[in-house]
């Protein structure tokens, strides 16, 4: 055989060889995620895979892409093992972000990521009805809500939402960032506390531990999710 016929054979093997072992790789990687969403008993289990799964956006290597599979494996019926209530932020999709793509998690989306009677009715919808083992409560940076409640805006129904907000106001004003981030963050605590104060049903399975309730923090800069 030819020099040049002996070179153009160890290519080929190569190219197969490569292909043979990425595809091995993302079926592994699949196939872990699908186990990991599929073997959540506990409220810790559930906190594991979120982590887990933002990692997986942060790395570019997210999984739970297969929407159509997604469809027809829910279409009878539903078990997600986490709920986030987060801010309206049109930049913080929760089902990317924590690579957990459709059926695998309850969101309540409102701005400045507030409870009211029915966020609550949801959310004891989601743990007491469905078994739902997780809440996150997750504020971001450069809230605009946060920004309305520190500004005292005032605009039709967004005047009583920010009002909601401005009890979890610190800092001053000569460092603007710095006092949204405390804010935010303060605010995802107070929601948390009204939470357990307001709904009786979900103060009983957090304090049964069948049920955890989280805060978090993302940040828009860089995609990443800080557990407070």
């Known amino acids: ?3 040049s016929n002996i070179s153009i054979l160890a290519i080929v093997v190569l190219l ?3 292909s043979c072992s990425q595809t091995k790789n993302v079926s592994a990687s699949e196939a872990a995620a699908k186990n990991a969403t ?3 008993t506990t409220p810790d289990d559930a906190l594991a895979e979120m982590k887990a799964g933002n ?3 942060l790395d570019n290597k997210s999984v739970n892409i297969d929407y159509s599979n997604q469809i027809e494996q829910t279409k009878n019926g539903q078990q997600p093992h986490t709920l ?3 801010c309206l932020d049109s930049r913080i999709p929760p089902e990317v972000i924590f690579d957990q793509g459709i059926g695998n998690i309850f969101v309540a989306r409102v701005a400045g990521n507030i409870e009211d009677p029915n966020i609550l009715g949801s959310m004891e919808f989601a743990t007491k009805a469905v078994g739902t083992k997780l809440i996150i409560v997750m ?3 450069k809230c605009g809500a946060v920004k309305g409640a520190i500004d005292n805006a005032e605009l039709g ?3 009583q939402l920010v009002d909601q907000i401005k009890p979890a106001i610190v800092g001053d004003k000569s460092n ?3 006092m949204m981030d405390a804010t935010a963050k303060q605010n995802v605590k107070q929601t948390i506390s009204d939470i357990l104060k307001f709904s009786p049903v979900v103060n009983e399975l957090v304090n049964n531990k069948s049920v955890k309730i989280v805060g978090a923090y993302y940040d828009l800069t860089t995609g990443k999710v800080t557990f407070l």
């Open 38 to 40: 599929t073997t959540i």
């Open 176 to 178: 603007m960032d710095a």
């Open 1 to 3: 055989m030819k020099k």
């Open 84 to 86: 986030i209530l987060s």
């Open 55 to 57: 990692q997986r956006f």
């Open 16 to 18: 197969v060889t490569s």
């Open 139 to 141: 504020g971001h940076n």
């Open 157 to 159: 129904n967004l005047t």
